[in-house]
Structure formats: structure tokens, C-alpha cells
């Protein structure tokens, strides 16, 4: 078999590789010569071996570092040469250290990549509750005493209706009670429409009476048209869900505010004070205690006055007593704090009134 001749540039490259490893060995050959040379004068000249002595460990020791320096540069000079011309020899030569190193470093960059997520995970559950516990965390407001919850209308006497000053009617965009200045949109919370629609984690029907009311007041009020569904949503995400007894008390104030209605919670409001409202074109809305109502809490609202002196009331309980003539007082006695703190009326009105 004929040889195969190297070509003229690898030939070159061989020639410049001995040349270059050659001068190395030579000078580093040479400078090693040199530091012995100059270590062995000096000890010449400091030192006489005497018998059951050694010399200076001082000595000793630069000869030793200048011979692994030497060595250091003489293998990384041949490592580097070899890198180039001979790869697969530097890889096997290379391989067993560097392989471990390599597999090291990835091993800590895996824990430090994983440290780093679960860092992340873990300040994004804390943030993640954070606000949960935020949002879910009732807010330090009055608590509704007794809880409004209304399964059925409790309505041992109901007063005579009196068509002649307010009935129901029905028209196209809605149902209406007649008798105030403005006609009164009405909702009933026991519709089917949404008496199963949530309001929180509970249900519109038997603790939906404070959206009801406020959607009922919206509606009428204002140029916004707003369903209990809708209404009690909105209650919901804006806080004044009361898991298991209905609304929070600030429900009527704060929606009114957001809606751009004037409110104002008057505890001390008399018969003539609430019939001279009414009677001006406002609504009010008021917290029944347990009684003719409800078996327990109930918003109710107010949205007239008859020539008699009886209020206009929208139960969203019962279309009956929607029907009635109730008189003020009446009303203010069934509203009253069960501590004591005055009766719970909000008297509501448009600023443009």
C-alpha cells in the first residue's frame, strides 16, 4: 500500500509544533538550571554540611516550587499543543478530570436552578394567601344582628291593600309600584330568575334581601338598571357579603356612594321626619328586626307616603306587603337597634333633588 504523503500545511503546522515545543522545554530547562545553580551558591556560601545535618528547609522548598511551576507550564504547554492536533488523545487524557468537574458543576447548577423555583413557588404562595386572606377576611364592620335571612314572609296581620294609591304594574322593561313621586322598580329575591344565583356562598333567595334592596334602588333612582343577580355580584366582590347572615350594614351606604346617590344613617329619624322625606321625591331603606317581616333581619325599602300619613313600602319578600299602607312609626318600632343604638333608617335622595 502506498504512503499518503502529508500535505504542505500540516507538514508546516508539525514543524512549527516541535520548534515551539522544543524552545519551551529548553528555556523552562534552562530557567530550572539557573534557579539550582543560584540555590546551590547560596547555600555554598551560608551553609557548611556538617555531619547529622540537613539544608535549609527554605531551600528546599523554592527548589520544589520552582520544579512544580516548570512542570505546570511544560504539561499545559503539551496539553494545549495536543488540544490542537491530536484531539481524541487530549480527550482521553482530559476526559476522567474533566468529566467529573463538568458533572459537578451542572449537579450544583440543577440545586441552584431548583432553589431558585422553589424560592419563587414559595413567595407566590405567600403572596397568593396574602390576598386571600385579604379579600375573604370580613371587613370591621357593623355585623348584621339578627342575620337577614327571610325563608318565608312572617305576617301575622298585614294591613289592607289600597289599590286606589299603589299597585303593581307591569310594562315592558320591568314591574313597577305606583304611589311614590317616582315609580319604584321592584324586585322580588325569591324569583326563580335568581333565587338561586349565589351571593357569595350563599344563595339570592332565603339571604339575598340587602342586594335586592339596593338594586331595587339603583334601578329606580338612577339611570342604571341593576337586577338582584347583578346586584348582589357586585355586593359580593366589593365585600359586603355576610357569609351565612346576609350583608354587612355598609352595604346600603357604600352602594348608594358608588352609584353617586346621597345616604345618611339617621338614628334618631321620627314619623314626620320620614313621611317629609318621602314625600320629597327621596326613598329610604330600612333593617326590620324579627316581626311582621321576617323571622329575622330584613332590609325593606320605602318609597312613598299615602295623603293619610301611612309610607309606601317594596318588600322584596313578599308582594303582599308591598301592597299595604304601613304606618311610619309602625315601621321605626320594627326597625329599632336590638342594643339600643337608635333605629337603623338610611334616608336616601338624588343630589339633583
Known amino acids: 500500500m502506498a504512503a499518503i504523503a502529508p500535505s504542505p500545511s500540516s507538514a508546516v503546522l508539525y514543524k512549527a509544533f516541535f520548534f515551539c515545543y522544543n524552545q519551551i522545554k529548553l528555556r523552562y530547562n534552562s530557567t530550572i538550571s539557573m534557579i539550582l545553580e543560584d540555590h546551590l551558591k547560596s547555600s555554598s556560601n551560608v551553609f557548611r554540611p556538617t555531619a547529622?545535618?540537613?539544608?535549609?528547609?527554605?531551600?528546599?522548598?523554592?527548589?520544589?516550587?520552582?520544579?512544580?511551576?516548570?512542570?505546570?507550564?511544560v504539561c499545559g504547554t503539551e496539553l494545549a499543543f495536543c488540544s490542537y492536533f491530536a484531539p481524541a488523545l487530549f480527550q482521553k487524557v482530559t476526559g476522567p478530570v474533566v468529566q467529573p468537574v463538568v458533572e459537578a458543576v451542572q449537579a450544583v447548577k440543577s440545586q441552584m436552578d431548583l432553589w431558585r423555583f422553589r424560592r419563587r413557588r414559595d413567595f407566590a404562595v405567600i403572596a397568593i394567601v396574602g390576598a386571600a386572606g385579604e379579600y375573604f377576611t370580613?371587613?370591621?364592620?357593623?355585623?348584621?344582628?339578627?342575620?337577614?335571612?327571610?325563608?318565608?314572609?312572617?305576617?301575622?296581620?298585614?294591613?289592607?291593600?289600597?289599590?286606589?294609591?299603589?299597585?303593581?304594574?307591569?310594562?315592558?322593561?320591568?314591574?313597577?309600584?305606583?304611589?311614590?313621586?317616582?315609580?319604584?322598580?321592584?324586585?322580588?329575591?325569591?324569583?326563580?330568575?335568581?333565587?338561586d344565583k349565589p351571593y357569595g356562598y350563599d344563595t339570592i333567595g332565603p339571604y339575598g334581601c340587602g342586594p335586592t334592596a339596593m338594586s331595587i334602588v339603583i334601578s329606580s333612582m338612577t339611570s342604571q338598571k341593576m337586577d338582584p343577580a347583578q346586584m348582589a355580584q357586585w355586593a359580593y366582590e366589593h365585600g359586603y357579603w355576610c357569609s351565612g347572615s346576609g350583608s354587612y350594614l355598609t352595604i346600603v351606604e357604600e352602594t348608594c356612594k358608588a352609584f353617586s346617590l346621597d345616604c345618611i344613617?339617621?338614628?334618631?329619624?321620627?314619623?314626620?321626619?320620614?313621611?317629609?322625606?318621602?314625600?320629597?321625591?327621596?326613598?329610604?331603606?330600612?333593617?326590620?328586626?324579627?316581626?311582621?317581616?321576617?323571622?329575622?333581619?330584613?332590609?325593606?325599602?320605602?318609597?312613598?307616603?299615602?295623603?293619610?300619613?301611612?309610607?309606601?313600602?317594596?318588600?322584596?319578600?313578599?308582594?303582599?306587603?308591598?301592597?299595604?299602607?304601613?304606618?311610619p312609626q309602625f315601621i321605626l318600632d320594627e326597625a329599632a337597634a336590638s342594643n339600643g343604638d337608635g333605629v337603623r333608617i338610611w334616608l336616601i335622595s338624588s343630589p339633583e333633588s
Open 265 to 327: 344613617l339617621d338614628k334618631q329619624c321620627t314619623a314626620a321626619a320620614l313621611r317629609e322625606h318621602l314625600n320629597g321625591g327621596g326613598f329610604a331603606i330600612a333593617l326590620m328586626g324579627p316581626g311582621h317581616f321576617a323571622s329575622n333581619g330584613h332590609f325593606i325599602v320605602l318609597h312613598g307616603s299615602a295623603p293619610s300619613g301611612e309610607v309606601l313600602i317594596a318588600d322584596s319578600n313578599s308582594r303582599e306587603n308591598s301592597l299595604a299602607l304601613w304606618d
Open 138 to 195: 370580613p371587613r370591621p364592620v357593623p355585623f348584621p344582628d339578627p342575620p337577614q335571612v327571610t325563608p318565608l314572609p312572617v305576617i301575622p296581620e298585614v294591613p289592607p291593600k289600597a289599590p286606589a294609591i299603589t299597585e303593581f304594574l307591569e310594562k315592558d322593561d320591568g314591574t313597577f309600584l305606583t304611589g311614590g313621586k317616582i315609580p319604584c322598580v321592584y324586585y322580588n329575591q325569591t324569583d326563580e330568575a335568581w333565587r
Open 52 to 73: 547529622g545535618k540537613s539544608p535549609p528547609k527554605r531551600n528546599r522548598k523554592s527548589i520544589a516550587l520552582a520544579l512544580a511551576l516548570a512542570f505546570l507550564c
